[in-house]
């Protein structure tokens, strides 16, 4: 534990950031269609805050080496809180687009310098527990930040105040709690090309849960709030699914280490297939049936990135696990971008429940990747795979972190001999 206690500042200001980041999110979605905005508007807005995270994925290291971790810090959480309040001064959806990219860009960069201080605080001995504080961290303040919203209101000023308030108050802890300021960690080599051979399906995963994974994070409180559910329903509604994901990642790790990934990948995508259906048929029914097939929806939907991270580090040579890892986040990024806006386009043409159809259909074509790739390639043998890994899609930092926690052999099956060939 002492070798933990000077990291606790900086896990405190990841858990108030993390917190705040997911309140943001729902409170957009549903303050934006409290005020009238078309589902469209409210995409448009999710598309911009993933634009801006891109934006802020690639150009943080420069900021970090200009003026040090507390300065970038510093500067982007003052940014994203007076964008915050900046918000409900000025009600209109093109000054929200703009600042929801600025806020995406500041919250790329805060995530990435928490997680490259964390990175370089934590010893060998201390990096698993590091990890498993910080993803029981990322799970409990976003699912508890989403119930400030019926505890204070959707409307009016407070919940704004209080968002900024968080933010703000992330700086106490990384002011006064840590005295050093690491070197900046050197640029990540993005070659997108090369882990485009390494693993195909891994690729496509990642733009494919991308789409479907932003839209569902931007866009379900709108659906929620549209099939009559109130506010402390929809904040259940997200929650849940956030929760449901939580649970299942380890156990659909784990039988992903002892089964072919891409079997497990089949299995899991084809239950949030059916998931999602269940949803588009289930809208305007009783909530606690929606509660109940959200929360499926979600143990299926949510640890797909990981689990094609996963097979792609299985292909991957010695030393590669970082690189894939950043440059899967990138092509996540490239999904999520599209994601909110063409989702939300799709449910202003044909109705808040084509949010779950629109997700489906793109599942299933992932599906039909996942079947061509198992009939062109061979899986990883047993022995050449690598344990499971859990992976945020909070910065290209955090397969840094990952990399010696409690998977130390990432790059075990590499250590035995040359990459398996792609699949």
Same mark, same amino acid.
């Given at each position: 534990?002492?070798?933990? @206690?000077?990291? #606790?500042?900086?896990?405190?200001?990841?858990?108030?950031?993390?917190?705040?980041?997911?309140?943001?999110?729902?409170?957009?979605?549903? +303050?934006?269609?409290?005020?009238?905005?078309?589902?469209?508007?409210?995409?448009?807005?999710?598309?911009?805050?993933?634009?801006?995270?891109? =934006?802020?994925?690639?150009?943080?290291?420069?900021?970090?080496?200009?003026?040090?971790?507390?300065?970038?810090?510093?500067?982007?959480?003052?940014?994203?809180?007076?964008?915050?309040?900046?918000? =409900?001064?000025?009600? &209109?959806? =093109?000054?929200?687009?703009? #600042?929801?990219?600025?806020?995406?860009?500041?919250?790329?960069?805060?995530?990435?310098?928490?997680?490259?201080?964390?990175?370089?605080?934590? %010893?060998? &001995?201390? +990096?698993?527990?590091?990890?498993?504080?910080?993803?029981?961290?990322?799970?409990? %303040?976003?699912?508890?930040?989403?119930?400030?919203? $019926?505890?204070?209101?959707? &409307?009016?000023?407070?919940?704004?105040?209080?968002?900024?308030?968080?933010?703000?108050?992330?700086?106490?802890?990384?002011?006064?709690?840590d005295r050093s300021n690491p070197a900046p960690p050197e640029d990540v080599k993005l070659d997108l090309a090369r882990v485009w051979r390494i693993s195909p399906l891994g690729a496509i995963g990642c733009?494919? #849960?991308?789409?479907?994974?932003?839209?569902?994070?931007?866009?379900?409180?709108?659906?929620?709030?549209?099939?009559?559910?109130?506010?402390?329903?929809v904040v259940v509604f997200v929650s849940v699914g956030i929760i449901g994901g939580a649970i299942m990642q380890y156990p659909l790790g784990t039988l992903s280490d002892r089964w072919d990934r891409r079997?497990?990948?089949?299995?899991?995508?084809?239950?949030?297939?059916?998931?999602?259906?269940?949803?588009?048929?289930?809208?305007?029914?009783?909530? *606690?049936?929606?509660?109940?097939?959200?929360?499926?929806?979600?143990?299926?939907?949510?640890?797909?990135?990981?689990?094609? *991270?996963?097979?792609?580090? /299985?292909?991957?040579?010695?030393?590669?696990?970082?690189?894939?890892?950043?440059?899967?986040?990138?092509?996540?990024?490239?999904?999520a971008i599209g994601g909110p806006f063409t989702a939300s386009s799709v449910m202003q043409l044909f109705g808040p429940n084509f949010l779950f159809v629109f997700t489906a259909v793109v599942y299933a074509?992932?599906?039909?990747?996942?079947?061509?790739?198992?009939?062109? +390639?061979?899986?990883?043998? *047993?022995?050449?795979?690598?344990?499971?890994?859990?992976?945020?899609?909070?910065?290209?930092?955090?397969? @840094?972190?990952?990399? +010696?926690?409690? /998977?130390?052999?990432? &790059?075990?099956?590499? /250590?035995?001999?040359?990459?398996? $060939?792609?699949?």
């Amino acid at each position: 534990m002492s070798s933990i @206690r000077p990291l #606790i500042p900086l896990l405190l200001a990841a858990g108030i950031l993390l917190g705040g980041n997911g309140l943001q999110g729902t409170l957009i979605a549903l +303050r934006g269609a409290q005020e009238g905005f078309a589902p469209s508007t409210i995409g448009l807005m999710g598309t911009a805050y993933f634009c801006g995270f891109l =934006v802020g994925c690639l150009a943080i290291s420069r900021m970090m080496k200009a003026v040090g971790h507390v300065r970038a810090f510093s500067a982007l959480a003052a940014i994203a809180s007076a964008g915050t309040l900046l918000m =409900v001064l000025m009600i &209109d959806p =093109v000054v929200w687009s703009a #600042i929801r990219f600025v806020s995406g860009f500041c919250f790329a960069g805060l995530f990435t310098i928490i997680e490259a201080w964390l990175n370089s605080g934590a %010893s060998n &001995d201390s +990096r698993a527990r590091v990890l498993a504080l910080y993803r029981i961290i990322d799970i409990g %303040s976003v699912t508890g930040a989403q119930f400030l919203i $019926p505890a204070i209101g959707a &409307d009016g000023f407070a919940i704004f105040a209080v968002m900024s308030i968080m933010i703000t108050l992330s700086l106490v802890p990384v002011s006064l709690g840590d005295r050093s300021n690491p070197a900046p960690p050197e640029d990540v080599k993005l070659d997108l090309a090369r882990v485009w051979r390494i693993s195909p399906l891994g690729a496509i995963g990642c733009i494919a #849960i991308g789409v479907t994974n932003s839209a569902f994070r931007t866009l379900s409180p709108v659906y929620a709030e549209a099939i009559g559910m109130s506010v402390a329903d929809v904040v259940v509604f997200v929650s849940v699914g956030i929760i449901g994901g939580a649970i299942m990642q380890y156990p659909l790790g784990t039988l992903s280490d002892r089964w072919d990934r891409r079997l497990v990948l089949l299995m899991t995508t084809s239950c949030a297939l059916a998931a999602a259906l269940a949803l588009a048929l289930a809208g305007g029914t009783h909530p *606690a049936t929606n509660f109940i097939l959200v929360f499926v929806f979600g143990s299926f939907a949510m640890p797909l990135f990981s689990l094609s *991270a996963a097979h792609a580090n /299985d292909r991957a040579g010695k030393g590669e696990f970082v690189q894939v890892n950043a440059a899967l986040m990138l092509f996540y990024s490239f999904g999520a971008i599209g994601g909110p806006f063409t989702a939300s386009s799709v449910m202003q043409l044909f109705g808040p429940n084509f949010l779950f159809v629109f997700t489906a259909v793109v599942y299933a074509v992932f599906i039909g990747f996942i079947l061509y790739r198992m009939g062109a +390639r061979e899986g990883v043998p *047993a022995e050449r795979r690598g344990r499971f890994t859990a992976l945020l899609r909070t910065s290209t930092i955090f397969a @840094r972190l990952a990399k +010696r926690g409690g /998977d130390r052999g990432a &790059d075990r099956g590499a /250590d035995k001999g040359p990459a398996a $060939p792609p699949d």
